[in-house]
């Protein structure tokens, strides 16, 4: 409030307020000048990263323009917020998503045109804002769009690594990794150097009286890092609300390195302390569906949730307004367990520093938190080592004690004859050594848990929570089934399919509500429609063609099946099954008579995705479908029926362009094991068929969309246990056909057996836990089914048409509405007046 413009000096800023380009020469204006001026050069030195980076800080100047306005509304309306916190938001490009969401591409193109660049070319300039693994962070990136979207007053907070995830390079058919140095030129972000929080680590605890006798806690310092704020702007699409992502960056609390040991020699440890300090927020763990228990990543975890909510209670506290509002004013979304630390410090910053009753604080944060469980695998749960705990965050380690005694009290009251249910659901695991179970935590510490399916949602109430739903009663867990924005994934990677379908349902509306484009089933017979919808796949297809040959040098034929997985690998998703398939199918190939390969339909099998660095059967995936592409590939017998593709790199901007290319897409994952899966959803609103087991979202688009228009194949998730059960203790026979595969193998056609061998055996010898064999021989009929079908284009056409026109269901916008009524309690909030845009292209 000091730092305020007094009334009288007003008039002047109100007359100079900046506006931000309206029409093609004010961006050429705009441009020139961050050219010339921004960017130190001329059009004598202007090249397509130059023109990238001129056009976005136009496009900057504008966002944060709106950024401001929304925020001033925001405050003043002074409504409840949602915070979403995310250790991952896997943005990708930002600059095209700008301009469609701000509704100037149009302008944007004209005008580039005359300043002598292709608008494609200036937006291929960028890199990927790639802080995610997967899913997960792509999850979130799409909440983001859907929550400006809609108009909802949200922030999101997460960590500003310096690397993202790494850079996949294949060589020799090996994985490689290469460091993500990204923030080189970043126009996106905005550093606020006066937005700053001091995190504290280590120490220790001391407890005194205060003056009315009540027992308080000090946690004393070991170790202080100072975070500071960079804030992205977060455009709605045809909205008036640019909301904001905050993500934290670590710097040294003094800032400074030592002087006094610089000067006297002492190099390296002058600027240790910086170094140690900078580390925190240096890298993403890579890892997918996996937790390796580091410290640093706890310390990481710690930081950035410690500097949110104090960033949340600054915010809340400026109204004055007592403690028992801030679940009216705050709701906060934990996704998945990386953020449980939140929970304890809420307590924490209510009883130690402000003063309120344990029960007190205790029901407030309860009321606060919302937790989205995302995975049942047991590798994937958080569990910290209570001795890490109790070295970094040593305060935090009691609250968490004692949030468990009185939580297993209450339990021991409930069930008192029921021995074995208080270990089973303590928060602290009574193993060797003890251990915080983070999902329990989440629980205890929530008002609401969800599953991200329904599949997953039911899994998680009947297995690993299932505890948890005899002590809070069922309403305390619900579903929200994941859904994707249709702005990135339809109008923006499918730019001719948009326009396709806003000429025939009267316009754009559909981006605003995906239910719109049922309207599309109504030209499913329309020939001129057909027509057009086949040429426009094949347009996709002639592109990704052009990427294969120019990246990879292989030849594929457009006219060809594509069939594609893209996505992290990993045994649960089941690449190694998709890989033994295509081996199948060069085996029956090469088996065939040059008479009978006439008959074959062409097929390219697309793979990409990255495996963790220290993830070795993922790196073995990897190996094996490169092997296989080199041997198919050079085949001459083959030729066009069989090509095999890995693609470098999978990333969000990659996936824009392979994803509107694809027939048919793998969601292939041992049911029960993937959550949701949101590939799946993008494929299909891309005009893509699936090929898929009875997993996660897949169940859901089939209801949706009709099972005439799904491949689905393989053991049900109800028969897993038993299956795997069998392969222990029973005999377990193989597949005969797989069993060919593994031959061809192990007689080296391709390259040295023993490079692929843990694959091989994982299956034969140690009890297929992915039950790949069992699963091996309906995957191989029901691609032949999919050849069938394919053969047949006009019914084909049909059942793509049909699909899209039934995927209204799984827009993130719908997600994000659930959401906001079933957990968060919070309302749209909308810009009154001229401040409004006016709809996007
Ligand atoms: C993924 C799930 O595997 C996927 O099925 C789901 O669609 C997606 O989340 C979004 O809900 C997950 N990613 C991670 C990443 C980490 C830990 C757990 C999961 S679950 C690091």
Not at 106 to 121: M, N, P, Q, V, Y
């Amino acid at each position: 409030v000091e730092a305020s413009i007094p009334e009288p000096q007003r008039e002047a800023w109100l007359k100079h307020q900046a506006g931000g380009f309206k029409d093609k020469d004010g961006f050429e204006k705009e441009v020139v000048r961050h050219v010339e001026t921004t960017l130190a050069r001329s059009m004598f030195n202007c090249d397509e990263s130059a023109a990238y980076s001129a056009t976005s800080l136009a496009f900057r100047d504008r966002l944060i323009l709106e950024w401001n306005r929304t925020q001033q509304r925001q405050t003043y309306a002074d409504s409840k917020r949602v915070y979403y916190l995310s250790l991952e938001f896997l943005m990708g490009r930002a600059l095209d998503n700008a301009m469609l969401n701000i509704g100037s591409k149009d302008i944007a193109k004209a005008g580039l045109t005359e300043l002598g660049f292709r608008i494609e070319d200036v937006i291929q300039q960028e890199h990927d804002a790639a802080l995610g693994n997967g899913g997960l962070g792509r999850l979130a990136a799409c909440f983001l769009d859907s929550l400006a979207s809609l108009n909802y007053p949200a922030w999101g907070y997460g960590l500003r690594y310096r690397y993202g995830i790494f850079k996949q390079e294949i060589i020799d058919g090996y994985q490689m990794e290469v460091p993500d140095y990204w923030l080189d030129f970043n126009p996106w972000e905005f550093p606020r150097h006066d937005v700053t929080v001091d995190i504290q680590f280590y120490g220790h605890v001391h407890k005194s009286t205060d003056a009315s006798g009540r027992a308080v806690s000090h946690w004393e310092c070991g170790e202080t890092v100072k975070a500071v704020a960079y804030d992205v702007p977060i455009p709605g699409y045809a909205t008036p609300t640019t909301n904001n992502l905050r993500l934290w960056s670590s710097k040294a609390a003094s800032g400074e390195f030592d002087f006094q040991k610089f000067n006297s020699g002492e190099y390296e440890s002058a600027v240790a302390e910086q170094q140690r300090a900078e580390t925190i927020s240096a890298v993403l763990y890579p890892n997918d569906n996996l937790d390796r228990g580091k410290e640093l990543r706890l310390k990481q975890q710690y930081f950035w949730v410690a500097a949110s909510l104090y960033d949340i209670v600054r915010r809340f506290k400026k109204a004055k307004r007592p403690w028992r509002e801030f679940p009216d004013q705050v709701a906060i979304q934990l996704n998945d367990t990386h953020p449980t630390l939140a929970i304890v410090e809420l307590q924490r910053i209510l009883v130690d520093l402000e003063g309120l009753d344990w029960d007190d604080a205790w029901n407030i944060v309860v009321q606060t938190f919302g937790y989205t469980n995302h995975t049942v695998l047991p590798e994937a749960l958080e569990k910290w080592p209570v001795g890490l705990v109790q070295h970094l965050l040593p305060r935090h380690l009691q609250i968490i004690y004692d949030i468990n005694l009185f939580f297993l009290q209450t339990v021991e009251r409930a069930f008192p004859k029921d021995r074995d249910l208080l270990p089973r659901v303590s928060i602290i695991e009574e193993s060797q050594p003890k251990m915080v179970r983070m999902a329990f935590l989440a629980i205890v510490g929530s008002h609401k848990v969800n599953g991200v399916a329904e599949l997953h949602s039911d899994l998680i109430k009947t297995t690993i929570f299932k505890d948890f739903v005899s002590i809070f009663g069922p309403d305390k867990f619900t579903n929200v089934t994941n859904g994707i924005t249709p702005r990135r994934w339809l109008h923006q990677a499918n730019p001719r399919l948009s326009a396709l379908i806003a000429a025939k349902t009267g316009g754009l509306g559909f981006l605003k509500d995906l239910t719109l484009l049922n309207k599309v089933e109504l030209y499913v017979n329309d020939k001129a429609f057909r027509k057009e919808w086949a040429d426009i796949k094949y347009a996709n297809k002639v592109r990704l063609a052009d990427y294969i040959k120019s990246t990879k040098g292989i030849t594929v034929n457009p006219a060809a099946l594509f069939d594609v997985q893209v996505k992290r690998i990993h045994e649960y998703k089941r690449q190694q099954l998709n890989i033994f398939g295509v081996i199948h199918r060069y085996l029956t190939l090469k088996a065939q008579t040059p008479e009978e390969r006439k008959k074959a339909l062409p097929r390219v099998s697309i793979f990409g995705g990255k495996a963790a660095p220290g993830y070795w059967m993922a790196k073995q995936i990897i190996h094996l479908i490169n092997q296989v592409g080199n041997v198919v590939n050079q085949d001459e017998d083959i030729g066009d029926l069989l090509k095999v593709v890995f693609l470098e790199d999978y990333n969000v901007s990659k996936a824009e362009i392979i994803v509107p290319a694809s027939d048919i897409s793998e969601h292939i994952s041992t049911a029960g094991t993937e959550a949701s899966g949101t590939s799946n959803m993008k494929f299909v609103l891309s005009g893509g068929l699936i090929i898929g087991t009875c997993d996660g979202a897949n169940i859901e688009i089939t209801r949706e969309i009709g099972e005439h228009n799904i491949f689905l194949f393989g053991t049900l998730a109800e028969d897993v246990e038993d299956l795997r059960h069998a392969h222990t203790y029973g005999t377990h026979t193989i597949d005969p056909d797989l069993a060919k595969v593994f031959e061809a193998i192990e007689q080296g056609t391709f390259g040295e057996p023993e490079n692929f061998a843990s694959l091989v055996t994982a299956v034969r010898d140690h009890g297929d836990y992915y039950l790949v064999s069992d699963d091996f021989h309906s995957y191989v009929e029901t691609h032949a089914l999919v050849d069938e079908a394919y053969r047949d284009q006009e019914e084909w056409v049909s059942k793509c048409i049909t699909s899209v026109a039934r995927m209204g269901f799984f827009s993130s916008d719908r997600c994000i509405n659930e959401y906001a009524e079933g957990i968060w309690n919070i309302e749209p909030l909308r810009g009154e007046g001229p401040g409004g845009l006016e709809a996007g292209e």
